[in-house]
């Protein structure tokens, strides 16, 4: 008995020393088609199968087309699934979804749906599979229901977070005088509208489930430009809302936490700042410091952040501040004060290829996997990329 528990303590430790040797590899979800593909989703399945989610159609905003597919990557194999339906609103556009697996293992889809082809008319939704690791064809949902957010005061909020940022950023401001006076106007409408309060809210990182068992989904609305929190503490039964994180640019929120319990939101910069904006909280995701810029770039493009099991960050985006066309993973071992080292998924000539949207899980054996939307110039697809936190350490090598 000793000797073959010695030899499985020896087979443990080289199958860890080889999961963590430098290892890259890729390759399409499906070949490239004229549809749109966008806002994918990546998950590890309980089984070890990975489980991918995307929208697919002629683009939310000009068609009712467009749905939410799937595709698997069986565990072992070389190649995706066919990719099959996930949830279809006849006659309506669903898209930005996202997708987690519960404390029971049980496997959620969050999207939202666009009842007027305009992002300020999304209504969020979501399902919940205890059946969704077979082989072929969608999971078999057992549950679905709308998540109806509702912001408190968030007009008076609004009107005074918009006063500090205009006498914050004037002289930047300036040289978008038409553009912030067009925003203004539009604002004071929207703000006074209860409507405009609760319909716009979209998902597009993963959500982050704390040590308390909290469910947080990271929202954010092209309305106002902001982001919000979508919190149960009874996985759905009630929903309550979060203090809005108000800095008119920063949306599609991804979450963090620190090993001290702070609650960091990564988002995408859709305003002026070109960087990354940062916001924390010390409530579990109920109130929120005051939106910041992080040094790192960011072109208007999503992004999603999550902790390794080593405790370390990895961070996905886009390093520029013009343009879809590099796609950088980024490490850091002091939870984002620093982020020291980076490598490049994408990296092509501007105008010659965009790669966005990615998201990234890591899986039980250490391997980080990425999906993202992908085009170069023969149509759209999803790229899943898998590789170890050693390979991004050794850096870019051209």
């Known amino acids: 008995m000793r000797i073959v528990l010695a ?18 590899s890729s390759e399409l979800v499906f070949p490239p088609e004229p549809n ?36 698997r990557k069986i565990k072992g194999q070389a190649s995706w699934s066919k990719p099959f339906i996930m949830a279809d609103t ?32 999304a209504v969020m939704k979501y399902r919940i599979s205890s059946n969704y690791q077979m082989r072929s064809g969608p999971p078999r949902w057992d549950w679905q229901d709308i998540i109806h957010v509702t912001p408190v005061d968030l007009e008076k909020q609004l009107t ?40 716009g809210w979209m998902t597009r990182a993963h959500p982050t489930v704390l040590p308390s068992g909290r469910l947080i989904v990271p929202l954010y609305t092209d309305t106002f430009s902001i982001s919000i929190m979508a919190i149960t503490d009874d996985w759905g039964k009630t929903w ?3 203090q809005p994180l108000i800095g008119f640019g920063n949306i599609q929120p991804s979450v963090v936490r620190k090993n001290d319990g702070t609650l960091v939101a990564m988002m995408r910069e859709n305003g002026i700042q070109q960087r990354i904006r940062i916001s924390e909280s010390k409530d579990d995701g109920l109130t929120w410091s005051p939106v910041e810029n992080m040094e790192l770039p960011n072109p208007g493009s999503g992004l999603e952040v999550i902790r390794l099991a080593n405790g370390h960050w990895a961070l996905i985006h886009n390093d520029t501040v013009q343009g879809r066309h590099s796609l950088a993973v980024s490490i850091s071992d002091d939870e984002g004060k620093t982020w020291k080292w980076t490598r490049h998924l994408e990296n092509s000539e501007r105008g010659k290829g965009s ?9 039980r054996d250490g391997t980080l996997h990425v999906t993202y939307s992908y085009s170069a110039g023969a149509g759209d697809s999803i790229k899943h990329a898998a590789f170890t936190e050693s390979w991004v350490m050794q850096g870019d090598q051209n």
């Not at 030899?7 to 890259?24: H, R, W």
């Not at 519960?102 to 666009?114: I, Q, V």
């Open 90 to 121: 006849p006659g309506y556009p669903d898209d930005n979804p996202c997708m987690f697996i519960d404390a029971k293992g049980r496997l959620w889809l969050l999207w939202p749906t666009l009842v007027a082809n305009q992002w300020g008319t």
């Open 355 to 363: 790669y966005s949207y990615p998201s990234i899980a890591q899986a």
């Open 240 to 242: 309550l809302t979060s």
């Open 160 to 199: 005074a977070e918009f006063d500090k940022y205009l006498a914050k950023h004037a002289g930047l401001l300036e040289r978008f005088r038409d553009d912030v006076e067009e925003f203004k106007s539009e604002l004071s409408g929207y703000a006074a509208n209860k409507l405009y309060h609760r319909l």
């Open 36 to 71: 749109h593909n966008h806002a994918s989703c990546i998950i590890e399945c309980p089984n070890g199968d990975l489980l991918a989610c995307w929208y697919r159609g002629v683009g939310p905003e000009k068609g009712d087309d467009v749905q939410i597919l799937g595709a």
């Open 7 to 24: 030899v499985a303590g020896i087979l443990t430790v080289l199958c860890s020393a080889s999961a963590a040797q430098p290892f890259y």
